[in-house]
């Protein structure tokens, strides 16, 4: 017979209740004969317990136990919970009756692996134990004056420790800009660090800030095919159109269809630009009355009209240089060439 749990509480420490299986009750009674040598010293039981009573109750507790036990066990109980114990005594005419009744709730308890228990059966590998000081240790330090060693490189890559690019990157940052990258592992190993993530890991990283860090960022974004018309087109859209054309020369590894829609956008907007320069009549010449076209730059340069790009600054009505212009054909192309394959 499977062990049932009994106790005058109402659950069992980690284990659920799974099911209510209802009351069970034990009654026993004894007779008198059984209590002979009790009821012959009856006033001993209002002075203190005889040994041969204490004796006969343990007995009869026992055995009301292993009833409620039996039946508790085949209704498929695991527990018997808010046990409560009743000693009674009926007396009369001269015999005495010994009763004790023993009520509890059956219930069905869920499987010990389950839940909590489970936390029992896990394991930590001195790997994790290792990367997670390593990160502590990394997230602990003062960024701005740290340069990665051997050892955190190999940290690094071996764990592919994604979270720790900001901070590689701005400690990239300040290399490049006060140090000139001299005898520094971090000018090698942060675009190598750069390459094994995954194109959205890495263009979160090199489009983080691009207005301020485009400089640092734009080798890494052509030499890892970071191209992303989404941040171009964002780029465009907060007028930041030098930065937007120069990012058109980069490419991706390869273009879905949502990225030649964002492309088809893009060229909307750049040949939709607005006019910096102008178009307007002025004399020929000094000494000259008659009136012609001339092109005026937006820096204020005065060229015949005829002319594209300023003969002083080299900028078109729209402000921008011959080889802007020339990456905008070559981005149109480029789009075009991808709308055809992608309709094939
Ligand atoms: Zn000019």
């Known amino acids: ?49 005889s040994g041969t009573y204490r004796n006969q109750l343990d007995t009869l507790y026992k055995r009301a136990i292993d009833d409620l036990s039996e039946k508790a066990t085949l209704r498929g109980a695991d527990a018997i919970l808010g046990v409560k114990i009743d000693f009674d005594e009926i007396s009369g005419k001269g015999k005495s009756m010994f009763m004790v009744s023993i009520t509890g709730t059956a219930v069905k308890l869920s499987d010990p692996m389950d839940g909590s228990n489970r936390l029992h059966e896990k394991t930590i590998s001195s790997r994790l134990v290792e990367i997670e000081l390593f990160k502590q240790e990394w997230f602990g330090r003062h960024i701005d004056t740290y340069l990665p060693n051997e050892k955190d490189w190999s940290m690094i890559f071996s764990n592919n420790l994604l979270e720790l690019a900001p901070s590689l990157y701005r400690i990239y940052v300040r290399v490049c800009q006060y140090t000139n990258g001299q005898d520094s592992s971090i000018i090698e190993k942060f675009p190598q660090f750069i390459s094994t993530l995954s194109y959205d890991d890495a263009v979160d990283i090199m489009y983080f800030d691009y207005e301020n860090l485009s400089t640092f960022a734009n080798n890494l974004i052509r030499d890892n095919k970071l191209f992303c018309p989404v941040k171009v087109l964002d780029l465009l859209k907060s007028e930041k159109i030098d930065l937007a054309i120069n990012l058109l020369a980069y490419d991706k590894f390869e273009y879905t269809h949502q990225d030649i829609v964002v492309m ?59 080889s802007q212009v020339a990456l905008i054909n070559k981005f149109r192309y480029k789009f075009t060439v991808l709308r055809g394959l992608m309709q094939e």
């Open 264 to 322: 088809g956008q893009i060229v909307k907007w750049l040949d939709n630009l607005p006019n910096k320069g102008s178009v307007q009549q002025k004399k020929a010449g000094l000494l000259s009355s008659k009136m012609e076209d001339k092109y005026i730059c937006q820096n204020g340069h005065t060229n015949s009209a005829d002319i594209e790009f300023c003969g002083n600054c080299g900028l078109n009505i729209k402000g921008l240089n011959s």
């Open 1 to 49: 017979m499977n062990k049932v749990i009994i106790t005058t509480t109402n659950q069992v420490n980690h284990r659920d209740i799974c099911d209510y299986l209802g009351l069970v009750t034990s009654n026993l009674v004894i007779g008198t004969n059984v209590f002979s040598d009790f009821v012959a010293s009856f006033s001993d039981f209002f002075g203190g317990m």
